[in-house]
């Protein structure tokens, strides 16, 4: 078991950790807009139009998008879990 100061920066570096994944996205983001979406989309409309190509692919690639979107959301969960408790 960690003691308070452990689990304070055992969160920390997940929070670290966290916003470096955001951070990949808001580049991925910037990256689609130049090259050819409107600088004015926001971002909700840039996210849906990424997924809809990522959904494209998969197909294309013999990949099953929905099996990966649930192992993603598991990962997701499951760091985002790690962050909040800190064990």
Do not use: P
């Amino acid at each position: 078991m960690l003691n308070e100061t452990e689990q304070q920066e055992h969160r920390q570096e997940y929070q670290r950790e966290n916003c470096q994944a955001a951070a990949k996205v808001d580049r991925v983001l910037e990256f689609i807009r130049t090259q050819g979406m409107s600088l004015d989309d926001d971002d909700e409309t840039a996210i849906v139009d990424l997924l809809t190509d990522i959904r494209h692919w998969c197909d294309e690639h013999a990949q099953a998008f929905a099996a990966l979107d649930r192992r993603a959301h598991h990962h997701y969960t499951a760091e985002a879990v790690e962050a909040r408790k800190g064990n």
